[in-house]
């Protein structure tokens, strides 16, 4: 049976907001980042990362940069207990025209596929409108956290959004604990 997932969007949601991630040295994770992933691992949902990545075909760094970057990232969930079940990036830049790059869902769903996801029942979490919109293009419950761009993206450009967040949390780990409440799992 198809299970619902909690997307999470990567810059300025886990991790620090760098502008372009473009050194191993700059990733940094947010504090909350570790325990929220482990809450989600503990109550049996899968967490997906979703993340637009275009500094590569920008050139501001090589493609092989986002892989260690994941890599890492995975490395230092592990060690804290908590674990990914897949990481969806769109390595294109945004005059590629191609499918897969926020806020088109084709990430969402490709690993809907793959994972064997019930979207209907799913969240993504992330600190941009453009989120918000992936969310509602996908079908999930969009989510959005005050760090990163969130608190600026909340303030300045929420009239003129046509989709908003179904909740705005302070962080990752309030947006957890939400989502965990509406899922009824506490
Ligand atoms: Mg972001
Ligand atoms: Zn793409």
């Not at 949601?13 to 947010?30: D, P, Q």
């Not at 967040?165 to 957890?176: M, S, T």
Request: charged residues 20%.
């Amino acid at each position: 049976m198809s299970q619902p997932a909690v997307f999470l969007d990567r810059d300025g949601t886990i991790n620090e907001e760098m502008g372009y991630l473009n050194h191993l040295s700059r990733f940094e994770l947010l504090p909350q980042a570790i325990p929220a992933i482990r809450r989600l691992n503990a109550a049996g949902l899968k967490v997906v990362v979703v993340t637009n990545q275009s500094g590569a075909a920008r050139g501001y760094f090589p493609t092989s940069l986002v892989e260690e970057i994941h890599a890492l990232l995975q490395k230092i969930l592990a060690a804290g207990g908590a674990h990914l079940d897949g990481i969806y990036a769109c390595l294109h830049g945004p005059a590629d025209g191609c499918a897969c790059r926020k806020p088109s869902p084709t990430l969402l769903e490709q690993a809907a596929r793959d994972l064997d996801l019930d979207l209907a029942r799913s969240y993504l979490v992330g600190d941009r409108y453009i989120d918000i919109q992936t969310a509602a293009n996908a079908g999930v419950k969009g989510i959005l956290v005050l760090t990163g761009y969130g608190r600026g993206e909340y303030e300045y450009l929420r009239a003129a959004q046509g989709v908003q967040p179904v909740h705005v949390a302070p962080d990752l780990g309030e947006a957890v604990e939400w989502i965990l409440r509406d899922l009824g799992k506490k």
